[in-house]
């Protein structure tokens, strides 16, 4: 399958180039010097000459706090920018697939979120997440929306400047002393995982709303989170948990924004690996353990 990933250089694209690349794909990977999403006209130009079957947008603002103040880029990019990718998929007759995140929930109902609970996005990063999904649904017919969260991988997070687990390690390693919010649930997500569940979705011609993440076998903060790694890495610091009213932000956040993923093991067939067990994956990938 001739397939396109724009932002292929971040954390989830760049695994996902890697993963299509092995299964045999002709894949090919655009960054947002090669494409800005958000000029439908030089969009549909560009595609059109490459003509691909499969249009994955990895590409999106993610600065959740910079959201709040620059909310026209972030809708620029997030909504705008998916619905133009949308529409050229469907004047190509190729299948679409957006990335989206757990963000589009409030975090009220304190149990895992499933494809059917009702969207109530607290902050403009989930509104126009939560925007871009609605109009591309309605603007291709062959729309796979991927809700993925707290990703980490080799890549690291262009947007912010690498991720999570990066900067625990670096802080410990630097300062020996951290503190770390233990009242937000999350679904950490390594993201060979995620890139490997999303290649099975599009290879079963999945449509609509589905989940990836990482299993949750109990519950984790960005405090257990930060734990695990430390024991991962024998790293010998001091780490406290404070409550996320003692780490101000400008983004109001969701206090629990885990997600369900039985309906992609139901379709794929596959169970997809706990998050300790990603952890120590990508500890090991990253040669930070043995």
């Not at 947008?57 to 809708?75: G, H, L």
Request: hydrophobic fraction near 35%; aromatic fraction near 8%.
């Amino acid at each position: 399958m001739k397939t396109v990933i724009i932002g292929s250089q971040g954390q989830l694209g760049s695994d996902l180039w890697k993963t299509l690349q092995a299964n045999g794909d002709k894949v090919i990977g655009l960054s947002h010097q090669d494409l800005d999403i958000t000029n439908k006209i030089n969009s549909r130009n560009l595609l059109k000459r490459l003509s691909p079957e499969l249009i994955i947008n990895c590409a999106a603002y993610v600065q959740v706090d910079k959201a709040e103040i620059k909310p026209s880029y972030a809708f620029q990019v997030n909504s705008q920018g998916s619905l133009n990718l949308a529409k050229i998929s469907a004047e190509l007759g190729a299948f679409y697939t957006y990335i989206s995140t757990d963000y589009v929930f409030d975090g009220t109902k304190r149990a895992p979120y499933d494809e059917t609970d009702i969207p109530n996005p607290i902050n403009i990063y989930g509104v126009s997440k939560y925007v871009g999904e609605y109009l591309s649904m309605n603007s291709c017919p062959n729309t796979l929306i991927t809700r993925v969260s707290s990703l980490f991988g080799k890549s690291g997070s262009q947007g912010k400047g690498g991720n999570f687990i990066e900067a625990i390690i670096n802080k410990a390693k630097t300062d020996g002393k951290l503190q770390v919010v233990n009242d937000m649930y999350i679904s950490p997500t390594y993201t060979i995982d995620a890139a490997t569940t999303i290649l099975q979705l599009i290879n079963h011609k999945t449509k609509g709303l589905v989940h990836v993440t990482n299993s949750i076998p109990s519950d984790c903060t960005w405090f257990t989170l930060a734990k695990q790694t430390l024991e991962f890495c024998k790293i010998d610091a001091q780490i406290d948990a404070i409550s996320s009213n003692n780490y101000p932000s400008i983004a109001n956040r969701p206090i629990y924004s885990v997600l369900d993923n039985q309906k992609a093991e139901h379709i794929t067939g596959n169970r997809i690996p706990d998050w300790v067990d990603a952890v120590k994956r990508y500890l090991m990938e990253k040669q930070y353990i043995n």
